[in-house]
């Protein structure tokens, strides 16, 4: 198993220019996450899912839109690009039964 | 509000000295705890978790006891190696869908 994949690693965004962030996992996870990870600061989640075609917003929704039209396939959507969504980016997925969750490696993002 | 507290960092130790890193929360009810290692350039892993009162998570040779007396979730190691240099987060279960509250991480720095 691959696990969580996330593409791109790295990507740097014009202001106001937009972009899909793309996370899988081969687990057949029901749940999956995103969350952004500023400098020196714990995680903030974005958007979550409960399954396949259910979504709901986080702590940090705005500026950002989800879709899970498959359980593996959980893609952020950046529209307008702004200065303050410059961080990392990490999707994330689990069972629905127990805590844990298992993480991509991430993807960092910079708007200039 | 709910939170998760973890003492600041960076965190320097030498080879083999003894590791504390705190960790306190607040929630109500009793979540599950849990400690996340990030590697440089790697996503978060899960290190350990414990799922009620006066559980010991262990792995890798650290060890952390849930106490909901003092509701902490004290990270420890007895001899740490350079291998162990990381950031770690401290993190708690929240609602049904088990999101995660995490701290803010603690950047640990071991010296040959």
């Known amino acids: 198993n691959a696990g969580v994949t996330q593409t791109p690693k790295f990507r740097i965004l014009k202001i106001g220019q937009s972009m899909t962030l793309q996370c899988t996992q081969d687990?057949?996870?029901?749940?999956m996450y995103w969350y952004r990870q500023d400098p020196g600061m714990g995680l903030k989640l974005i958007y979550y899912s409960v399954g396949a075609g259910i979504t709901d917003k986080g702590e940090v929704p705005n500026g950002y839109n989800v879709s899970r039209s498959t359980t593996e396939d959980f893609p952020l959507r950046l529209e307008l690009a702004a200065p303050s969504q410059t961080s990392v980016y990490f999707c994330?997925?689990?069972?629905?039964?127990?805590?844990?969750?298992?993480f991509g490696p991430g993807t960092r993002l910079t708007v200039l | 509000g709910d939170s998760v507290t973890q003492m600041e960092g960076p965190v320097t130790l030498s080879e083999e000295a003894f590791l504390t890193i705190n960790c306190t929360y607040t929630a109500t009810g009793y979540p599950s705890l849990f400690w996340y290692v990030q590697y440089p350039g790697e996503g978060l892993q899960l290190l350990l978790k414990a799922t009620k009162a006066d559980d010991k998570g262990s792995n890798k040779g650290f060890e952390a006891t849930y106490r909901k007396e003092t509701t902490s979730f004290h990270l420890e190691k007895g001899s740490v190696q350079v291998s162990d240099s990381a950031v770690y987060f401290c993190a708690r279960s929240e609602g049904s869908n088990y999101q995660l509250i995490w701290g803010a991480g603690t950047k640990l720095i071991i010296k040959p």
């Open positions: 994330a997925s689990r069972t629905s039964m127990g805590g844990e969750q298992f």
């Open positions: 687990m057949n996870h029901n749940y």
